[in-house]
């Protein structure tokens, strides 16, 4: 069955710090992925597809087959990065979403 | 602006109470979707549509029922209203190919008192 998995629930790091969202998936054929984020009092955005192969406020996220993963990363966090964030996988014309990754960048 | 609109935003109603929640997208997209947001934030789908007159039930069991006829439109309606049915309620649409995803409307929290 197709699955997404975001391991952890919350992360914490100070200001400069890396930063690696985790998220695993489980889907039979060639994945398409996403990562969504929502700041306080925002609506869900998308931050970035894995088929754009972009950077997006200094985050990218590199899909690995042989792992089944498709982390989040940035080399250095900012306040303003703290949100909630979503790893999401498309399936016969919908998207199935991860549990979600509270991310406290602390000053 | 072409865009994604749900009212209204804030919704404080009482037990019982027949209730219509609205979501309206201006982008032409076929395909739009209702996701429930629990207090732990995650998402579960619990309607979606392809197009006008089909409608589907999603993942999470939910008392609601909806409509899909206009393209632009996919209201969301619940008979008689509970306190279980307090949450917050997330309208999105999609158009094109699988990588464009989704894009979210602003969402409506619900409480029923």
């Known amino acids: 069955a197709q699955r997404v998995t975001q391991p952890e629930k919350l992360l914490s790091v100070f200001k400069g710090a890396p930063v690696e969202l985790k998220c695993n998936y489980s889907y039979s054929g060639s994945p398409e992925l996403f990562w969504y984020v929502q700041y306080s009092r925002q609506r869900l955005q998308l931050l970035l597809r894995h088929i754009s192969r972009e950077s997006i406020k200094g985050f990218t996220a590199d899909l690995n087959k042989g792992e089944t993963s498709f982390h989040l990363k940035k080399p250095f966090a900012q306040e303003e990065d703290s949100a909630m964030y979503y790893c999401?996988?498309?399936?016969?014309?919908?998207?199935?979403f991860g549990q979600g990754t509270t991310l406290q960048v602390k000053p | 602006e072409a865009d994604i609109y749900q009212t209204p935003r804030y919704l404080v109603i009482g037990t019982g109470k027949k209730i219509t929640l609205e979501c309206s997208q201006t982008?032409?997209?076929?395909?739009m979707y209702w996701y429930q947001q629990d207090p732990g934030m995650e998402l579960h789908l619990i309607h979606y549509?392809?197009?006008?007159?089909?409608?589907e039930k999603g993942d999470l069991s939910s008392e609601s029922t909806v409509s899909r006829i206009r393209t632009e439109h996919f209201p969301l309606t619940l008979e008689s209203a509970r306190p279980s049915h307090t949450s917050q309620y997330l309208c999105a649409s999609s158009g094109g190919g699988q990588g464009r995803g989704y894009t979210f409307g602003s969402g409506t929290r619900l409480t029923v008192v």
């Open positions: 999401a996988l498309w399936s016969t014309g919908k998207l199935i």
């Open positions: 982008m032409g997209h076929d395909k």
């Open positions: 549509s392809y197009g006008v007159n089909s409608t």
